[in-house]
């Protein structure tokens, strides 16, 4: 599975118009927490065991620092983490807070916050299951065709995704 970071829309199109791809993931990152570097930008890639999860979050966590003292006891690096400053993508916490949860590592889902978020998990880099979930603080829609899956937590199409609710994409959607 390729992916490409960029923290400007010029470079991405460029990439975009100079590949082809069946599908995207796609993340438009307006910075809230951390400085606009592609240390920072989403999707995060997580890695459990024999499974990549590709995250992407919209929001404001409140307990970052709790979710990082807590992945830390797992050893786990984060990505985002600017060496000289200490700070870190709240949006990389949550992603990690979220993976663990569902592969049984943790036992309670701990971010607090505004959380929209989608994460895909691929296996051997096919696709395995897309989750998408918000809570009563954050918006996301969910838009869908033949052609098309939209899930955004800033566009004015589609349905709202049901609060505080998991939900998830098994396969192909079919329409």
């Not at 696709?127 to 838009?143: C, G, P, S, T």
Request: charged share 25%; proline share 2%; glycine share 4%.
């Amino acid at each position: 599975m390729n992916w490409f970071k960029s923290t400007t829309e010029k470079n991405l199109w460029e990439y975009l118009d100079n590949n082809n791809f069946d599908e995207i993931l796609f993340h438009h990152r307006n910075p809230t927490s951390t400085e606009n570097t592609i240390k920072a930008t989403h999707p995060f890639i997580i890695e459990i065991e024999n499974k990549k999860y590709y995250f992407a979050h919209n929001g404001i966590i409140d307990n970052p620092l709790k979710l990082k003292e807590k992945h830390s006891k797992l050893n786990i690096n984060y990505e985002s983490l600017n060496k000289n400053t200490g700070s870190f993508n709240d949006s990389e916490a949550l992603g990690w807070e979220f993976c663990l949860w569902i592969n049984g590592k943790v036992k309670k889902f701990e971010a607090t916050g505004s959380v929209a978020f989608i994460c895909l998990e691929t296996n051997k880099n096919n696709a395995k299951r897309l989750f998408f979930y918000r809570n009563e603080i954050a918006d996301l829609k969910l838009f869908h065709n033949k052609d098309i899956l939209i899930i955004s937590s800033e566009g004015k199409w589609g349905e709202e995704v049901k609060k505080n609710h998991i939900a998830l994409l098994c396969g192909k959607v079919v329409i």
